[in-house]
C-alpha cells in the first residue's frame, strides 16, 4: 500500500481564544489540495508577494519571514506578533493604496521572540532564505531570493535548549477517535525522543492527561462535538491542535510507524491496539509535517500496560500537590521537596515515577533495592553524584544531533557525558552491587573511540551555531588549517609579496593596495614607470599613481577571498561527519543516557531518605497499610527549613479488621494534613522510593482517591457542592479493596442535614461496597455512632488541651471522638471582631441546648441483591460453544448494555 502523503496546509480554531491551532491537514490525504487563488498580488513587490504565496499555505500560522538579518512580518501577523512582543509596528510599502503593517526580530535571537509566542499558544512558521544573493545571481535569477519554510515550531515541538524548562519534560499528544470503546493516546518528548502509547476508556482520559501534563494535544475535530469529551477536556482546551478525522486513519497510522523505523511490521515493538496505532500514526504524521525534514525517531514507541501503574485522577493529583501546588508553583510541592537529582535527566526521570506509581512488586523491589544500595555505601553515592553534577544534558542534546539542529556545543555535550559515563563504570569495575543498579552500570557502555575523536576534533571554546565556525580545532584537519591561516593572516602574505616586488623592482615606494572594485592592486608613482617589469599587467592611470596587477597577485587575492567561505565549508563538512558518527551509535547513547538518569534518581531518593529520616517501606500483596511515625515529607520540610517545632508524627494501622477510620477534631488541629501524608507515603512507596516514617507496610494500592478540598468550576457551570459530589461518585463506582481513599468533609455546601445525610450514606456505601482503606474526616460528629453499627470503621480524634480559656493543639491522632469542633475558638484566632465572637458563643450554647439526637437508621439502604437482567444474561451463557468472536461479540454488547 501506498503511503498517503500529509496536507500541508493549516487551519485554525477559534482566533478568539488568542490562539494559532494549526491544521497540518485540512484534506483528506487520499485528494488533491485545491490551493486558494493568489489575491491581490499584482500592486506587490515581488517580495511581497512571494510573502502573500508563502502565507497563503500557512494563513493561521505566524510567518517568520527571513529577509537579511531579520525576520519580518507583514499584514495581520504584523499587528499580531508586535502587540504579542510589546515591539514596534511600522510599516513597509502600500498595497491597494494602504499601508502595509510591518514588525520584525533580530535572527540572531530570534529564539527569545520566538518563545515568547510559543508561551502564549501561537505556531510560528519560519521561512529561510535558501539561497544567498551570490547564488541567486549565478543562476540569472531577477526575482527574489529562494526562500521557504523550513519548520512550524509549536508548544509541543520545540527542541530549542533555552525554550524548554530543564527538569520537566515537553509532551507532545495525539487522542485517537474512540475505538472498540477505547481511546488511543501516544505522546512524544520530541527534545528527548521518549516514545508512549496507552489506552484508555473515556472516563480515564482526564487522569492520563494530568499524569503526562502535554505541553500540545491533537485531537480529531469531531471529538471537539462531544459533549462528553470536550468536558473532559476543559481545562486543556488552550492546548488542543485539532484536526479532521481523516487523518486519523488506522491503515496510514500502521504504514507511517513502519516508515519511521523502517521496519516491515511494527509488531517487534509490541502488541498495539488499534486505537494506539491510530494514535501513533497520526503523531509522527503531525512531526513529519510541522518539522520538515527526514525524523529521526531515537526511542522506539513503548507500551505502557493496563493495570501496570497506579491510577490517580486529576482532581487528587491537584489536591495531593504531587507536581505543583493549588497555586500552580512547583516550589511547595512534593516533587520539589524529594528532588535531590543533580541532572535533568534524572530530574525528569524523577517527576515521571512520581506520577506514575508501580503496581509490579518486582520492579517496585528492583528500584528499592538501587536506592538502598546507595543509603548503605555513602561514599559510592558520593562519588556518583559528583560525576553527575559534571554531567550535561545529553539526552536532549541527542535528540538536536538527531533531528539536524545540533550545534558545536551538543557535540561537546555528548563527549563529556560520555566521558563521564564511563568514569561511572569504571569506577564500579568489580564492586557488587543491586542487581538492578549493575544492570544499569553495564549499560553506560563504552565510548571510547567517539569520545576521542570529538576531544580531537572539537574546539577549546564552542560558539552558539554552525554558523559562527571555529568549533574544529587546529590540527585536526590539515587543508582547513591551511586556508585558516590564509585568512587569519592576509596581511602578512601581502607584506610578504609587497616585499618580494619591491626588492625585485628596486621601487622602495611600491605597494600593495586594495579597493572594492579593482581588489588587490600594485601601487606606484608615474615616475617609477619605466621600472615594472613586463609581467605587470595594467590596471588603471590615475594622476598620482598607476596601478598594476600579475598573476601571482591574482592567485593570492583568490585565494584570500575563497579562504573565509572553504573554511566554512570544511567545517560544516567535518560537522556533519561528527553528526553522523553520533547517529550510529545512537541506540548506545540512549541506553546511557536513561541509566545515567536512573542512576541519579536512586542517588537522590538515597539521599533525601539520609537527610530526611525516611525508612525502606515493605510493599506487598497484602491489603495492610501499617505506617508507624508517619510524617508529611512537604510540611516536616518546611518547619525543619526554618527551624520551628519539629512534626508531630503520627501512626496509621489498617487491616482486614479496620477499613476506614473515622476522625473528628477541631479545624488547624492537623486532620486534613494526617489524610494528605497517608496518600503521599503510598505514592512514595509504589514509586521505589523510601517513605518518611519509622517503618511502613504496604500492601499495594491500584488507585488513590482524595476529595479533599474543593472550590466552584464556574467555565461548567458547576458548584462547589456539585464539583464535591461528581468527585464523590467516581469514588463510589471506581474504588477498590485495593484502593485507598481519603475524604476531608463530604456534604459542605448544602443544607446541614442533606450534608450528614450524604456522608452517612456515603461512609456506608465505601464500608459495605467498596471496602477500601479509607482516612474520613468530618466535623459530623453524628457519624461516629457507625462504629456500632458497622464493624470494620473505627474513630480517631486529634488530641488537644483546654487551658485558661484557650484551646492547645497537639497535633496528635489518637482513638476516639471528638464532642465539637472549636470552629469559634479558630474565628477568634483568625481576627474575627470581639463581639462577633461572643455572639456566636451564645448562639451556639442556645443551639446546643435545643438540638435533638439524631440515630442511625436501624436498616442502612444497600445494593439490591436481586439477580439483575444482566447477571441472568451471563449465567445463562455456554462459554464453551462460543467461538472467539462470537465471544468478543457478546463481551461488547454486554459492556453496551451495562452502560
Known amino acids: 500500500m501506498e503511503l498517503k502523503p500529509p496536507s500541508p496546509t493549516l487551519r485554525a480554531t477559534s482566533p478568539s481564544r488568542g490562539e494559532v491551532l494549526v491544521d497540518l491537514f485540512s484534506a483528506p490525504a487520499q485528494q488533491p489540495i485545491e490551493q486558494k487563488p493568489q489575491e491581490k498580488t499584482v500592486k506587490l513587490t515581488p517580495v511581497m508577494a512571494q510573502y502573500q504565496d508563502m502565507k497563503q499555505e500557512y494563513p493561521d500560522a505566524l510567518l517568520f519571514f527571513r529577509l537579511g538579518d531579520f525576520y519580518e512580518l507583514f499584514f495581520e501577523d504584523a499587528v499580531t506578533a508586535a502587540k504579542a512582543l510589546d515591539i514596534v509596528l511600522t510599516k513597509r510599502g502600500k498595497n491597494e493604496g494602504e499601508d502595509i503593517p510591518m514588525c520584525g526580530v533580530p535572527a540572531h535571537a530570534y529564539e527569545s521572540y520566538l518563545a515568547r509566542l510559543i508561551q502564549k499558544g501561537f505556531k510560528v512558521a519560519v521561512c529561510e532564505q ?47 477517535p474512540v475505538t472498540n470503546h477505547q481511546i488511543g493516546i501516544a505522546c512524544i518528548d520530541l527534545s528527548t525522543g521518549a516514545f508512549l502509547v496507552e489506552s484508555t476508556d473515556m472516563s480515564g482520559l482526564p487522569g492520563v492527561l494530568s499524569r503526562l501534563n502535554p505541553a500540545e494535544i491533537i485531537i480529531p475535530d469531531r471529538l ?9 477536556l476543559a481545562q486543556w482546551k488552550k492546548k488542543l491542535s485539532p484536526l479532521p478525522l481523516a487523518r486519523f486513519d488506522l491503515e496510514n497510522g500502521r504504514l507511517r510507524l513502519e516508515s519511521a523505523y523502517k521496519v516491515k511490521t511494527i509488531d517487534a515493538f509490541g502488541t498495539f491496539n488499534s486505537a494506539e496505532i491510530r494514535a501513533a500514526g497520526t503523531l509522527i504524521d503531525y512531526i513529519h509535517v510541522t518539522q520538515k525534514a527526514s525524523l529521526r525517531l531515537v526511542d522506539r514507541p513503548r507500551q505502557i500496560k493496563p493495570n501496570s501503574i497506579m491510577t490517580i485522577d486529576a482532581p487528587t493529583r491537584r489536591s495531593l500537590e504531587l507536581h505543583l501546588t493549588q497555586s500552580g508553583q512547583r516550589q511547595g510541592s512534593l516533587l520539589e521537596t524529594i528532588d535531590y537529582t543533580v541532572t535533568a535527566a534524572g530530574s525528569r526521570l524523577l517527576s515521571m515515577q512520581l506520577a506514575a506509581p508501580l503496581l509490579s512488586l518486582v520492579a517496585i523491589q528492583e528500584r528499592q533495592d538501587n536506592v538502598t544500595y546507595f543509603v548503605q555505601n555513602k561514599n559510592e553515592r558520593n562519588h556518583v553524584r559528583d560525576c553527575l553534577k559534571q554531567t550535561p544534558d545529553m539526552e536532549r542534546a541527542l535528540s538536536r544531533i538527531n533531528m539536524m539542529r545540533g550545534s558545536p556545543r551538543d557535540l561537546a555535550c ?51 551555531y554552525t554558523r559562527d565556525g571555529g568549533f574544529i580545532r587546529e590540527g585536526f584537519h590539515g587543508e582547513l588549517d591551511t ?73 593570492l587575492e583568490r585565494k584570500i577571498t575563497g579562504a573565509a567561505q572553504q573554511v566554512m565549508e ?18 548506545d547513547i540512549l541506553r546511557c543516557c536513561r541509566s545515567l538518569a536512573a542512576i541519579d534518581v536512586s542517588a537522590a531518593l538515597a539521599q533525601l531518605a539520609e537527610h530526611q529520616n525516611f525508612c525502606c517501606p515493605v510493599v506487598d500483596e497484602s491489603l495492610a497499610f501499617n505506617v508507624e511515625g508517619g510524617f508529611h515529607p512537604v510540611i516536616a520540610d518546611l518547619l525543619k527549613a526554618k527551624s520551628e517545632e519539629s512534626f508531630v508524627a503520627n501512626s496509621c494501622r489498617f487491616n482486614d479488621d479496620t477499613k476506614m477510620f473515622l476522625i473528628t477534631g477541631p479545624n488547624m488541629a492537623g486532620k486534613s494534613t494526617y489524610l494528605r501524608q497517608n496518600a503521599l507515603i503510598a505514592i512514595l512507596a509504589q514509586m521505589g522510593s523510601y517513605v518518611p516514617a519509622t517503618s511502613a507496610q504496604i500492601g499495594i494500592v491500584d488507585r488513590i482517591f482524595s476529595r479533599v478540598g474543593a472550590s466552584d468550576d464556574l467555565a461548567s457551570g458547576r458548584s462547589t457542592f456539585m464539583v464535591e459530589m461528581v468527585e464523590t461518585a467516581a469514588i463510589l463506582h471506581q474504588a477498590t479493596e485495593r484502593s485507598f481513599v481519603i475524604l476531608d468533609e463530604i456534604g459542605r455546601g448544602t443544607a446541614t442535614y442533606d450534608g450528614l445525610s450524604i456522608a452517612w450514606a456515603v461512609t456506608e456505601h465505601i464500608c459495605q461496597t467498596n471496602h477500601s482503606r479509607t482516612l474520613f474526616a468530618t466535623h459530623y460528629h453524628e457519624l461516629t455512632q457507625l462504629k456500632d453499627k458497622i464493624p470494620t470503621l473505627k474513630c480517631l480524634t486529634v488530641r488537644i488541651k483546654e487551658w485558661d480559656g484557650k484551646v492547645i493543639f497537639m497535633h496528635e491522632v489518637i482513638e476516639g471522638s471528638a464532642d465539637k469542633s472549636y470552629g469559634i475558638h479558630v474565628a477568634a484566632l483568625a481576627g474575627l471582631p470581639e463581639s462577633v465572637i461572643h455572639r456566636a458563643t451564645g448562639i451556639l450554647s442556645g443551639l446546643e441546648s435545643e438540638r435533638n439526637d439524631i440515630t442511625i437508621p436501624d436498616t442502612p439502604v444497600v445494593a439490591t441483591t436481586t439477580v439483575s437482567q444482566l447477571e441472568r444474561q451471563l449465567l445463562s451463557l455456554d462459554v464453551d460453544s462460543l467461538s472467539p468472536r462470537q465471544a468478543l461479540d457478546t463481551l461488547y454488547a454486554l459492556k453496551k448494555q451495562a452502560r
Open 130 to 176: 535558501m539561497e544567498d544573493p551570490a547564488e541567486a545571481k549565478k543562476r540569472g535569477a531577477k526575482g527574489p531570493l529562494k526562500r521557504d519554510v523550513v519548520r512550524v515550531v509549536t508548544p509541543g515541538t520545540i527542541t530549542e535548549e533555552n525554550l524548554l524548562e530543564a527538569r520537566q519534560s515537553n509532551f507532545l499528544i495525539a487522542i485517537s
Open 224 to 232: 471537539m462535538m462531544e459533549p462528553t469529551l470536550y468536558d473532559h
Open 414 to 464: 555528548l563527549r563529556d557525558g560520555l566521558a563521564m559515563a564511563m568514569q561511572i563504570r569504571h569506577y564500579f569495575d568489580g564492586v557488587e552491587t543491586s542487581s538492578g543498579l549493575g544492570k544499569h552500570l553495564q549499560r553506560l557502555g563504552h565510548h571510547t573511540p567517539i569520545v576521542d575523536k570529538l576531544n580531537r576534533a572539537l574546539a577549546d571554546e564552542l560558539p552558539f
Open 483 to 555: 586556508y585558516r591561516y590564509l585568512r587569519d593572516n592576509t596581511k602578512d602574505h601581502i607584506a610578504q609579496l609587497q616585499a618580494d616586488y619591491v626588492a625585485r623592482t628596486g621601487i622602495t615606494t611600491l605597494k600593495i593596495k586594495h579597493n572594492n572594485i579593482i581588489g588587490y592592486h600594485i601601487d606606484v608613482t608615474p615616475s617609477h614607470a619605466n621600472k615594472i617589469p613586463d609581467d605587470f599587467i595594467h590596471r588603471q592611470t590615475l594622476a598620482s599613481s598607476l596601478r598594476y596587477s600579475t598573476p601571482e597577485l591574482a592567485e
Open 570 to 587: 570544511i567545517e560544516l563538512r567535518l560537522f556533519a561527519d561528527l553528526v553522523q558518527d553520533i547517529q550510529q551509535v545512537t541506540d
